[in-house]
């Protein structure tokens, strides 16, 4: 069951506080899921589609007719609701081209982020900084696996740079950059996923 939220009604800490880190059993069952689909494809959708929802379906595609008359049935709000999450998430993306990024239309959740950390772990967070970085022409990929592998990663990476008629662009403003999207202290090192990040220029 997902539970909806009205953000209106909600503290900020009430989101931002959520543990959102699955269980390792839940972690383990959808992995094996995602590797069937691939190696099974429709297949498997069709097997699991049967095993969960007990809905046995030859044909995965969706008619117009039935798009049709879903948009028919379909409450106006919620539809508006859709229609608006569509456009956060374009206007999210749109913002990942050739650059870091900070999405925050609340300056004051930064304010309660800074006075939460502070308070929780009793450091002085006061130099901590509110700003949107452009970093110019990358190229970057996702690093899955323990931080010492990173090399080879590396390396493929600036293959694949040349590949396309680029070298790195190192300077005194541009830098190798890694960004952890996973906690060392609860991840297992082979789960852990870095974004490594090259500045690059157009080979002349």
């Not at 300056?107 to 900084?129: G, L, N, R």
């Not at 509110?130 to 990358?138: A, I, K, N, V």
């Not at 493929?156 to 999207?181: K, M, N, V, W």
């Amino acid at each position: 069951m997902i539970r909806l939220y009205n953000f209106d009604e909600l503290k900020p800490e009430e989101i931002l506080n959520r543990d959102i880190r699955a269980e390792k059993n839940v972690e383990d069952v959808v992995d094996a899921i995602i590797a069937d689909v691939r190696a099974r494809g429709d297949d498997a959708l069709k097997d699991y589609a049967l095993k969960f929802d007990g809905a046995a379906i030859e044909n995965l595609q969706v008619t117009q007719a039935e798009i049709d008359e879903a948009f028919a049935g379909m409450d106006p709000y919620f539809l508006e609701t859709l229609r608006q999450a569509t456009e956060n998430i374009e206007q999210f993306h749109r913002q990942q081209v050739h650059k870091n990024f900070v999405m925050n239309d609340r300056p004051a959740e930064f304010d309660w982020a800074v006075q939460e950390a502070t308070a929780k772990k009793k450091k002085d967070f006061s130099k901590v900084e509110f700003f949107t970085y452009d970093e110019g022409l990358c190229v970057q990929c996702m690093h899955i696996g323990p931080y010492d592998t990173e090399p080879e990663t590396l390396r493929q990476l600036d293959a694949f740079a040349a590949e396309q008629g680029y070298c790195p662009d190192f300077s005194d403003t541009r830098f190798h950059h890694e960004i952890y999207l996973g906690d060392p202290r609860r991840t297992a090192p082979e789960k852990l996923k870095t974004v490594l990040r090259h500045p690059i220029r157009k080979i002349e």
